[in-house]
């Protein structure tokens, strides 16, 4: 349910308090340090294994590798049953039909971008159509982008409408938010977007697009558990967050558990409260999960390239 | 006139050549390195199994690019690495002297550049000498050519630090192949000096790749890798055959330990054919 905000969204938004910008670098940059190793490094991978939201936005997406990757989802290491399923697949709206029929009856979730991804310019009507499109063909989760254009001129009400309208018109289906924090420029500027969105009616509130650069960092992604653990000590309410972009690596993947752990609290380590967005990332996990399990290395030739 | 005071000396620090860079170990040691009579020549890094993985995902990287060029232009960086070598002629000389002597350091050091600038000849030559238009019957054209195996983990000789590691690492790299190279255990210096002209010698990041420490620590990794295809086990010693199974769990080509002598002026094919593949290629007559 939206909140209704009394006065003026821009008081509201602005009468946030500011981001300490060295604070916040230097606090993502001291908990990257930790290290997590043995017994806490294989649960660490398999979670975030779990957390996975498989990625494929590309224009060249096919129907056929649309289906190789759902199959991946589920099982993401032929070789190794005991390797879990992650948390979804996330394909644009026109793969939805595709993707749904490959993945009935698996357990692993469909999310699909919409509202005009990744710039989001398109007209509200549209937005809405692609929306409702989304969710009629299977899509259980829908990452929406803002209109960072609004966003950044300070009309924060057009903003708010459109996540509400859209809200709507998910019926049942997630809401992610994406606040494409790389045009956002501030971090002042991403906690406020974070705080709107929340208000809105997000289910989750998510980094990047994944098309601009910088995508997910440590020190966005701090400003956000902030925003969210904040949120459900007003509210009461849980909302989930995800990072999505350039976590390539599982070390980066650990990092941003340890993130989550120490900023939002261990409620917001599961899948349903934290994914992490990304296509390339599983198959380090994976190589690392083997190296834990096997004691050697293993290559970039033994798995899939998508 | 005040007393100048006397200059305080600047220290090198031996490091690891890991992607074009140099790198401290991941582990943060170090171990020193003696003259054969015990005199302390330095600190050198003392890699991990992690800065093994660094380096072969490096040597990955650099795969594509590195036997993706021509034959010809791989020769001519090799040879540039040659003329790098000259310059630090008097800097080898020093370092393989503590081992062998003065006089029969520069004789040493000249074999060194001079193999190196062999290998690189044969760049452009392994074509015409290992491959070649099959005669088949049939109206096809039928050509088989030498393709670089991949990533190559090489143990370089413990005995001969400039020659033996010259004559171990050129080969494998004048192919196409990219190189990890597990440098002498007890004299890792010249090592670290050639990894400084190859970083100056127009050799793309990550093709060669340096580390110093225990071989008994690095080799496991190396060999247990997956993606590491192929070994070159010259220098391992005792460990070959447990290398050896290892190295079998992914198929990887394995070059054994011979009874190397490295003071052949034409070693031949002999360590490079061990690392390439034949493609074979079947071609309608006519097109």
Redesign the interface.
């Known amino acids: 349910m939206p909140d209704t905000l009394p006065g003026s969204l821009r008081a509201y938004l602005h009468g946030l308090p500011g981001v300490d910008e060295v604070g916040v670098r230097r606090r993502a940059a001291d908990l990257a340090t930790r290290s997590v190793k043995t017994r806490a490094k294989r649960s660490a991978i398999d979670l975030a294994i779990r957390m996975v939201d498989l990625t494929t936005l590309e224009g060249a997406d096919t129907p056929g590798k649309v289906r190789a990757l759902a199959a991946k989802a589920v099982r993401p290491d032929p070789a190794d049953p005991t390797a879990p399923s992650v948390a979804a697949l996330c394909v644009y709206p026109d793969m939805v039909a595709t993707a749904a029929r490959a993945l009935a009856g698996t357990g692993v979730g469909l999310a699909s971008v919409a509202t005009g991804f990744p710039a989001g310019r398109t007209s509200l009507e549209v937005k809405l159509s692609d929306t409702r499109a989304a969710v009629a063909a299977g899509a259980t989760e829908i990452d929406m982008v803002i209109d960072r254009g609004a966003f950044l001129a300070g009309d924060y009400r057009k903003v708010f409408d459109e996540i509400v309208a859209v809200k709507e018109s998910c019926g049942d289906a997630h809401l992610k938010v994406i606040l494409e924090t790389g045009e956002l420029v501030t971090y002042d500027n991403v906690r406020r977007a974070s705080w709107l969105a929340l208000r809105a009616g997000a289910d989750f509130i998510k980094t990047s697009t994944g098309k601009v650069a910088p995508a997910a960092t440590l020190p966005v992604t701090l400003v956000m558990l902030e925003a969210v653990r904040d949120y459900r000590a007003a509210t009461g309410r849980q909302v989930g967050v995800k990072p999505a972009g350039g976590i390539r690596t599982t070390k980066d993947a650990i990092r941003y558990l340890v993130l989550v752990k120490e900023i939002a609290g261990d409620d917001w380590l599961d899948p349903a409260w934290f994914r992490l967005g990304a296509s390339t990332l599983l198959n380090d996990l994976l190589m690392q999960r083997t190296k834990l399990t096997t ?8 798995y899939t390239i998508d | 006139m005040a007393d100048i005071p006397p200059r305080i000396a600047v220290r090198r620090t031996y490091k690891l050549y890991v992607g074009g860079a140099f790198p401290r170990s991941e582990s943060g040691r170090s171990y020193p390195v003696t003259s054969a009579s015990g005199v302390h020549l330095g600190n050198a890094a003392l890699a991990s199994r992690k800065d093994v993985r660094d380096a072969v995902a490096a040597a990955r990287k650099a795969f594509p690019g590195w036997s993706g060029r021509t034959a010809y232009n791989r020769g001519q960086i090799l040879y540039r690495v040659a003329e790098m070598m000259e310059g630090r002629r008097e800097q080898f000389a020093a370092e393989v002297a503590e081992g062998v002597g003065k006089a029969k350091a520069h004789t040493l050091v000249s074999s060194a550049i001079d193999r190196w600038v062999y290998y690189a000849g044969w760049a452009d030559k392994l074509g015409q000498v290992l491959g070649g238009a099959n005669p088949v019957s049939g109206p096809y054209f039928n050509v088989s050519e030498p393709e670089p195996t991949g990533v190559v983990g090489v143990l370089a000789p413990g005995g001969s630090s400039l020659l033996g590691l010259v004559s171990v690492l050129a080969p494998v790299i004048t192919s196409g192949n990219t190189a990890v190279l597990v440098a002498s255990e007890r004299a890792p210096l010249p090592a670290v000096t050639l990894a400084e002209a190859l970083a100056t010698s127009d050799l793309p990041a990550g093709v060669a790749n340096v580390l110093t420490g225990r071989v008994a620590e690095l080799a496991a990794p190396l060999a247990g890798h997956a993606d590491v295809n192929a070994l070159d086990l010259t220098g391992a010693g005792d460990l070959a055959t447990g290398l050896e199974e290892l190295a079998a769990t992914t198929l990887k080509r394995v070059l054994r330990p011979g009874h190397d002598d490295w003071s052949d002026p034409d070693p031949g094919l002999s360590r490079v054919r061990p690392f390439l593949e034949t493609k074979t290629v079947w071609h309608p007559i006519g097109l």
């Open positions: 004691g050697h290395y293993s290559g970039p030739d033994y």
